[in-house]
């Protein structure tokens, strides 16, 4: 049974920052790509920021994240970052890591992690 792990979430004051982590042991992340996502409520799911199996990293380009959002890799741990900065009240969502193996083939989600951001 796939069991994809998030962590890291909760709350933080406006301007603080929190680190997301998302583990998976029954995948090799080197060889996945893996994004995050996240969904606020009444709102679709919007991409956030990816990592591909080469180590390739993408950000969403949007005002709202551009330049606060990173995401890495600790291969050694099989597991993936995000790391968020700056954080304002637009950023409070469910956080859900992606787990994509390429075309054809069956992706993953995590149960996801809240993020709340109140002063």
């Known amino acids: 049974q796939v069991r994809i792990v998030e962590s890291g979430g909760g709350l933080v004051q406006p301007g603080g920052s929190l680190r997301l982590s998302c583990a998976a042991s029954e995948f090799t992340f080197s060889t996945y790509i893996i994004r995050w996502y996240r969904q606020a409520p009444g709102k679709e799911r919007e991409f956030v920021a990816g990592?591909?199996?080469?180590?390739?990293?993408?950000?969403n380009a949007a005002d709202s994240m551009k330049g606060r959002f990173a995401v890495s890799r600790d291969l050694a741990k099989n597991t993936v970052y995000l790391q968020m900065n700056s954080l304002n009240p637009e950023d409070p969502a469910v956080y859900y890591c992606?787990?994509?193996?390429?075309?054809?083939?069956?992706?993953?989600w995590g149960p996801g992690t809240q993020v709340t951001v109140s002063s």
């Open positions: 990592i591909t199996s080469r180590g390739g990293v993408t950000t």
């Open positions: 992606h787990i994509d193996p390429g075309p054809g083939d069956r992706a993953y």
